[in-house]
């Protein structure tokens, strides 16, 4: 987690991270929270963020090998934008839905389970909104944004 670069000024707070490994996606996810907790979101919500922080850089981490996580909050709302120029999602719509991996549906029960293919779906019920940008070969970004509720401001 050298390299990262932050930038704080009054209401908002901006992190970039370079993800290259499994530990740097966890301690994107604790910074998200900690980033959260800062602006004022509620504990709950904060932790939100920083689970879905941390599986969007270890998406880049297990798809793509090395990316960036870019954590911008505000008082208003935590924006999470994970940026690689790894393989590509050929079906974007179905990598959101869960038991979809690699490419397929994962529907063998006697397959070995490498991974439940809910790591996006997660991120999609935790924020309030997940837009994901990619083509196959050209690099994928993943925009989720979670807006804090009115009543807890
Ligand atoms: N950054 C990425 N680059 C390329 N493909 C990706 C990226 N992120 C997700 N994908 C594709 O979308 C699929 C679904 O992602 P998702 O996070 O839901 O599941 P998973 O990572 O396979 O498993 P899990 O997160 O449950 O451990 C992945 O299997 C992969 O094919
Ligand atoms: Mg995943």
Redesign the pocket.
């Known amino acids: 987690m050298d390299m990262s670069t932050t930038c704080s000024r009054a209401g908002r707070s901006l992190d970039l991270l370079p993800i290259r490994s499994s530990t740097d996606a966890v301690v994107a996810g604790a910074l998200a929270t900690d980033r959260c907790l800062s602006q004022g979101f509620p504990a709950r919500a904060s932790r939100e963020v920083g689970i879905a922080a941390a ?2 850089a ?3 981490v ?3 090998g090395i ?1 960036e996580l870019e954590i911008d909050v505000s008082e208003e709302r935590a924006l999470l934008t ?1 940026i ?1 120029s ?4 050929a079906d ?1 719509q ?5 038991g ?4 397929r549906h994962l529907t063998d029960p006697d397959e070995p389970m ?10 999609a019920r935790l924020m309030s909104r997940v837009d ?1 940008r ?1 083509r196959p070969g050209g ?2 970004v ?1 925009e989720a944004e979670k807006r804090r509720e009115p009543s807890s401001r």
């Open positions: 599986e969007l270890s998406n880049i297990r798809h793509a990316g994970a690689d790894g393989p590509g999602i974007t179905a990598a959101l839905e869960d979809f991996s690699r490419g490498i991974s439940l293919g809910c790591g996006l779906g997660a991120v994901i990619s690099g994928t993943v």
